[in-house]
């Protein structure tokens, strides 16, 4: 493949720039998709398409020019032009530098008398004659205009020193020099099925429609091969997971679990029962566990994990619960000791707080086989941590690891079960294209005797009052904001600012602070005292969301509700309500509007998190909810999961045609395509075997 420094206007320099892009050959710019296009016709041209931006373009002659300095050291380049409909002005904004003039380019090009196109964004959306300029073309430039103005065109990601239009010209460099030579992997009949363009036209088509219907079929096109792509990697993942042996098995000795059964103080519900007999019949077959653990908050899940991991232990395996943060592997570290006491299970933890000489231990005792459960956040995937047994790996709120975590986790053990949690139910389709290699089991039951939490929306001063009335009663109550410290947004209310405010506010009563960035011994000692009931009111960030159980806390206050999503408001709230005592959620918003309002509005009317999850996924889209995106593990450069569910259903149905026609993709028809398979699932991401 052809260097991109090679491709004209480009050479060694802007090659470095590319890079940072992922960018290294022609082929890569061909494939490195538009983020968004501009609307830059006429307007009288336009048709609404949901990523198309309309964007005003001015003509005109330029009648004065001014450069004007402001009090923050930025400088801005006016110009007014005379236009067939009046006079417009445009303005471009720079920041003063002492070593060179920054507006020395414009200067130049942009004098009384030359004709130019500007385009931008109007400083009123009602009147298009103010500008906050982004571009400009001159009239003589007939190439230029050709090319940016007068059409769809694309807008792609950046990064320092590479502009907008510098990027537009070298994509159509790399379309008219390499578009025709793209070649195809799809089988024919597939394409002809689905309607699609042909491949060579749609990557001409993404970076330079000529029409909103040329646009349409191109992304249609690229978004079908992503999904399908993804969807069979994760069918011939789950059929080689499954055609693997172990080489272990489990035998239900109950030395361990019946005493834990008996000690739980509760009876499990019958989903409990239910997901714990799934998981064990899958730990008793030969080939390795696949299971994803689906339940709402307060179901119960942890101790459907544990289960699971006391019949590794009494089979002399090793196992590892892995949680996303600190103070949540923290927090299931103390309910550990709790359901665990006089088992004589051993079990640590591990985090990156951890001090050396702790860590050095814990280590050793892991590899020498002294500790059956390790919990612990990220650490546990370190290249140091070795087990002696890993048989089973748990890993709880599943969307905040990535594909390639999760395999290396898995990867300590010698083919380990591997059990996934979350508390965010998926729909049917996401889950087949996103979780294919698992089985599922999901806990809709909810444990006897939990009272409802009632949430409202209240005042500041409401929920104030509210909470010294339940501290009055005996209770606890956590209060909760979205950031640590101050921000220059003027309505966010930080915990430390907070709680200085709350201790004299609360006089009289045991307030404290709970946040990420306190010293590991300091949120561990908080957590012991809440929970111990030392202390009458936490004032915390949304560490809390997951995992802390608390049976005397009555009330939740979460401030600039509007600031968090559905899920986390949710997991919030899921926070009281674990006693015996009636138990309230306050919303306290200092803006509603858009989706926050509905957001808002759906917690009160709700407490189903399955209901809210739909919520949820109709309003911020089920990409961010489920965390598809991996957080960089096999990004989509095009498709959108929750966008795009009617091309996602018919590559699932698609998939299922071609292995069950092919299982292998041997055919000469479908070479190509495993071959595409190969390249980015087998070489790039390690996810399957196509050898």
Excluded at 278 to 301: C, N, Y
Excluded at 404 to 429: E, N, S, V, Y
Excluded at 651 to 677: F, Q, Y
Aim: proline share 5%.
């Amino acid at each position: 493949m052809a260097s991109i420094q090679f491709l004209k206007g480009v050479g060694p320099k802007k090659a470095e720039l590319f890079g940072r892009l992922g960018i290294e050959t022609l082929d890569d710019l061909l494939f490195y998709f538009p983020r968004a296009w501009e609307d830059r016709r006429p307007a009288a041209g336009r048709e609404p398409l949901p990523y198309l931006d309309p964007v005003p373009v001015v003509r005109g002659k330029i009648k004065t020019v001014r450069d004007l300095y402001t009090s923050s050291r930025l400088r801005i380049f006016k110009i007014v032009v005379e236009t067939p409909y009046g006079e417009a002005e445009a303005s471009f904004f720079k920041r003063h530098s002492p070593r060179f003039d920054v507006f020395a380019l414009l200067r130049k090009d942009l004098k009384p008398g030359q004709v130019v196109w500007v385009t931008g964004t109007p400083e009123d959306p009602l009147f298009l004659s103010r500008l906050r300029a982004d571009e400009y073309y001159l009239d003589s430039d007939a190439a230029a205009l050709k090319m940016h103005i007068g059409r769809i065109v694309p807008v792609y990601p950046l990064t320092e020193g590479l502009t907008a239009k510098f990027m537009r010209e070298a994509a159509y460099e790399a379309v008219q020099a390499g578009a025709e030579a793209v070649g195809d992997f799809l089988p024919p009949a597939l394409a002809l099925k689905r309607g699609l363009a042909a491949r060579d036209l749609a990557v001409r088509a993404v970076h330079f429609p000529a029409n909103n219907f040329e646009l349409a079929a191109a992304r249609r096109r690229f978004i079908y091969e992503e999904l399908l792509l993804l969807a069979l990697a994760w069918a011939i993942k789950k059929r080689q997971t499954r055609s693997v042996l172990k080489g272990f098995g489990y035998e239900i000795k109950k030395n361990l679990l019946t005493p834990f059964r008996e000690r739980l103080g509760f009876q499990l519900t019958a989903a409990q029962a239910h997901a714990i007999n799934e998981i064990f019949a899958d730990m008793q077959v030969p080939t390795p566990m696949g299971r994803l653990l689906e339940g709402d908050v307060g179901s119960g899940k942890t101790v459907v994990a544990l289960s699971a991991m006391l019949l590794a232990a009494e089979n002399g395996g090793q196992s590892v619960f892995a949680a996303p943060t600190e103070i949540l592997a923290e927090q299931h570290f103390l309910t550990f000791e709790r359901f665990l006491k006089g088992l004589g299970v051993r079990f640590a933890l591990l985090t990156g707080r951890l001090k050396a000489a702790e860590k050095k231990k814990v280590l050793a005792d892991l590899a020498g086989g002294k500790i059956d459960i390790l919990i612990g956040t990220h650490a546990v995937i370190s290249d140091g941590v070795k087990f002696k047994n890993l048989r089973l790996v748990v890993v709880d709120e599943q969307h905040r690891f990535g594909v390639r975590q999760r395999a290396a986790l898995r990867a300590k053990g010698d083919k380990a079960d591997m059990l996934i949690m979350t508390a965010t139910p998926i729909p049917r389709t996401l889950f087949l294209a996103l979780y294919g290699d698992l089985d599922l089991s999901v806990i809709k039951e909810m444990p006897p005797g939990r009272p409802p939490v009632k949430t409202t929306e209240a005042t500041e001063d409401i929920a104030f009052q509210a909470a010294a009335d339940e501290a009055a009663k005996g209770r606890q109550v956590y209060i909760v904001y979205p950031v640590i410290e101050e921000t220059q947004a003027a309505d966010m209310k930080s915990v430390k600012a907070e709680f200085e405010r709350l201790s004299v506010y609360f006089k009289g009563r045991r307030v404290a602070m709970l946040h990420g960035r306190l010293p590991g011994d300091e949120k561990k000692r908080v957590m012991e005292d809440f929970a111990a009931g030392r202390i009458d009111i936490l004032v915390a960030t949304q560490v809390i969301e997951v995992g802390i159980d608390v049976a005397n806390a009555t009330l939740m206050v979460i401030n600039n509700a509007e600031r968090f999503g559905l899920a986390s408001l949710h997991q919030l709230r899921g926070r009281v309500g674990r006693g015996r005592w009636a138990s309230r959620c306050m919303l306290v918003a200092h803006a509603r509007a858009g989706d926050s309002a509905d957001r808002l509005r759906a917690m009160v009317q709700t407490s189903n998190g399955f209901e809210l999850s739909e919520k949820d996924i109709y309003i911020r889209g089920a990409g961010e909810i489920l965390g598809v995106r991996q957080h960089g593990d096999m990004d989509f450069k095009i498709a959108d999961m929750s966008r795009d569910k009617d091309v996602l259903e018919q590559a699932i149905e698609d998939r299922a045609a071609l292995l069950a026609a092919d299982p292998e993709l041997v055919k000469p028809e479908n070479a190509p395509l495993r071959h595409k398979l190969r390249s980015l699932y087998a070489a790039r991401w390690n996810l399957i075997d196509l050898s």
